[in-house]
């Protein structure tokens, strides 16, 4: 299994609901990421787990909630969101934080919030 | 962190080869340079990376100036597959986990 798992594709929720978005690798990665896109827009970095343990928060607001329950999985906990955050969720995973790894790309959950 | 700099946009014509510039004039000893694709609703893919020496894939070849100043990505043929946004990325070497993305050069390929 060469891939990152990402469900739902697409999601649609109001401003008071809370969700959860799910990514998952079977690759024995033991760093995983979650990634923000807006339309034509580079990803930008939101979380890094390193081996289970989040190591990077960029300054992401508080109604975006990481989770890392065990080492092929990751979630992140949706709640009170605006419309503005509206975007694709990348989820990514590489073997270690060593600069030779290469990362691999979930195609993303495409998130709508109105 | 060390920054890289593409063109915004290029074009080629298929079953002719590409090569897409990168410059990263403030890249450290221990960066690798790492090279991802995005084809349009799709997440990014790993195209191909490497450090000192040049490298070969079964996607494409990477060529890395002396200095490492800069580098360039050579696709030898381009298909229609091959149209997406092309990002170079530099790989920390002492702080991997930081993978940043910059804006990319979006790839156009004619038939």
């Known amino acids: 299994d060469t891939e990152v798992t990402q469900t739902p594709k697409h999601l649609v929720m109001g401003m008071t609901n809370k969700k959860s978005l799910k990514c998952e690798q079977h690759?024995?990665?033991?760093?995983m990421y979650w990634y923000k896109q807006k339309a034509k827009k580079p990803p930008e970095l939101m979380f890094v787990y390193s081996y289970e343990k989040l190591s990077i928060n960029e300054s992401v607001p508080s109604r975006f909630s990481p989770e890392c329950p065990n080492s092929s999985l990751l979630n992140l906990h949706l709640h009170a969101l605006q419309p503005e955050d509206s975007a694709l969720y990348l989820c990514?995973?590489?073997?270690?934080?060593?600069?030779?790894?290469?990362?691999?790309f979930g195609s993303g959950t495409r998130l709508t919030v109105v | 962190d060390a920054k890289t700099t593409q063109p915004n946009s290029m074009e080629s014509n298929e079953e002719e080869p590409v090569h897409l510039p990168c410059n990263h004039s403030t890249i450290s000893g221990t960066d690798y340079i790492h090279w991802y694709r995005q084809l349009p609703s799709q997440g990014p893919e790993y195209v191909i990376h490497?450090?000192?020496s040049n490298v070969n894939n079964r996607m494409a070849s990477l060529a890395i100036a002396e200095d490492r100043k800069s580098s360039t990505l050579i696709l030898h043929r381009a298909t229609l597959r091959d149209a997406a946004v092309y990002y170079c990325i530099l790989r920390d070497g002492l702080n991997g986990q930081n993978f940043v993305f910059g804006p990319g050069t979006r790839l156009s390929v004619l038939p």
């Open positions: 990514a995973s590489s073997q270690g934080d060593a600069s030779n790894y290469g990362y691999t």
């Open positions: 690759m024995g990665h033991r760093a």
């Open positions: 490497g450090l000192t």
